[in-house]
């Protein structure tokens, strides 16, 4: 479980989508993409409008990820590890074995605890941020699907990024 949360939220979740990199965190369940794949056809010409809606919510959620980032690995600091140890740990099999005393091993539970509140926390705000951008989830999550199977689309997105 750690290193699904800790990978869609603290490493993953940065969702260069127009790198081919993958969809937020909150997106990456097996039914939306199944939806979104069987509507992909519908959105084979996005208008202007929804792509500029895209890229306003694509700046919202690179900027909460930039801050979700920013205070997890502060949690991660604030109870005396690196992050690099921390990740280290969670992507061991078992976070509880031999190789980790006690004390780092509260440490560990402590800033895993943290990570996990500003992953959820993170989470509800990419919900709002793309709905502030006039889409709701579905949308946002065919149109993620369309993109990234056309390059044509993706160069426009970048564009409207400014990248």
């Known amino acids: 479980m750690f290193k699904k949360l800790f990978w ?3 490493v993953g979740a940065i969702f260069p989508i127009f790198l081919l990199g993958g969809l937020p965190a909150y997106s990456q369940t097996q039914p939306l993409l199944a939806q979104a794949n069987s509507q992909t056809n519908s959105l084979k010409s996005l208008s ?3 792509l500029q809606k895209f890229a306003q919510a694509v700046k919202k959620l690179q900027a909460l990820e930039e801050d979700a980032q920013r205070k997890m690995a502060e949690a991660v600091k604030a109870q005396g590890m690196t992050p690099e140890r921390f ?3 969670g992507k061991s099999e078992n976070p509880t074995s ?3 005393n ?3 091993q509260e ?3 402590k800033a895993l605890a943290q990570v996990k509140k500003i992953i959820e926390e993170d989470k509800v705000k990419k919900q709002e941020a793309v709905q502030t951008s006039g ?3 579905d949308q946002f999550n065919e149109m993620a699907q369309a993109i990234r199977k056309d390059p044509a689309l993706q160069e426009q997105v970048r564009k409207l990024l400014g990248s």
């Open 8 to 10: 869609r939220g603290f």
């Open 48 to 50: 202007k409008e929804d």
């Open 87 to 89: 990740m280290e740990i």
């Open 98 to 100: 031999s190789n980790i």
């Open 102 to 104: 006690a004390a780092e």
């Open 107 to 109: 440490k560990f539970t």
């Open 135 to 137: 889409l709701n989830i």
